[in-house]
């Protein structure tokens, strides 16, 4: 079977899962149902790129396109689009912007390439009179959600310059959340937090880190390190609860010099 008859008959199964003979539960969904599914199947495959897992890579790239077929079943049900103009719409967008692939205007590095990528999706918009920002879904994480609003806000030289800057800026936050804690607000706390995690965002974009991943990283760090912790506890028939401060600090510093990596396999779907 070809690619091309592939996804038709992949189509298909949607239609008829959604037919009058089809799956009650796939039946039941709306666009508002599927939305807690599109993002738990998107990081589940994010979690499979980061364990360099092929074969869950695989699936769970299947599992996010099932999410795609689904979403673009219940429009055509409504009569707003099909699968087929899904398709014909991306096959459009990476032609158009790839003006140096496709268009005669060669770009020198993948920096350049992004650029021209930007600039077509800028002159998409130009007769469009909403805010810059207004491209940016609510619905992304919020480290997510700052790293793009500030960027394209940037876009138009509404930014810092330097690094140096961010520094001092962060610094002025660390003393503007210093001075709310004092205060025993916890509104005002929550708020100074809030601008000193959006300086930290623009730092990481300054310094070409994207905050998301790094922070992911940092999380699968102190998992890794704290497991350390609970399996050297365990072989001396103690638990983390059972055992003082100073020497989980002292574990945890041994599970940092040697490099601990996961002393566990990772969950696997149904989290087992």
Known sequence: MDDGRRWVRLVELMVHLRGAEG???????????????ILEEA????????????????????DLLLEVLFVSQICAERGLFTAEEVLKELENKIIRRHPHVFGGRPAGDAKEALARWEEMKDSEKESDPV???????????????????????????????????LIDKLQEE?????????????EALSEELGDLLFVVVNLARHLDVDPELALRSAN????????????????????????????MERLWEEAKHEGQGPVETPP?????
Do not use: N
């Not at 919020?142 to 800057?165: H, I, N, P």
């Not at 890794?224 to 055992?243: C, M, N, T, V």
């Open 23 to 37: 799956c009650p539960w796939d039946k039941k969904q709306t666009l508002d149902s599927l939305r807690r599914y």
């Open 131 to 165: 805010s810059l920002l207004a491209e940016v879904p609510r619905a992304l994480p919020a480290l997510v959600r700052a790293s793009k609003l500030s960027a394209r806000a940037a876009r138009v030289g509404f930014d810092w310059t330097t690094v140096e800057q």
């Open 268 to 272: 696997t779907r149904d989290g087992s």
């Open 174 to 186: 660390l003393g503007e959340l210093e001075a709310a804690r004092r205060s025993g607000g916890q």
């Open 220 to 247: 699968r760090k102190f998992e890794d390190r704290f497991r350390y912790i609970e399996h050297r506890l365990a072989a001396q028939g103690r638990s983390p609860s059972q055992s003082s401060l100073e020497e």
């Open 43 to 62: 990081y589940e495959l994010v979690d499979a790129i980061e364990h360099d897992a092929p074969e869950a890579m695989k699936e769970e790239a299947g």
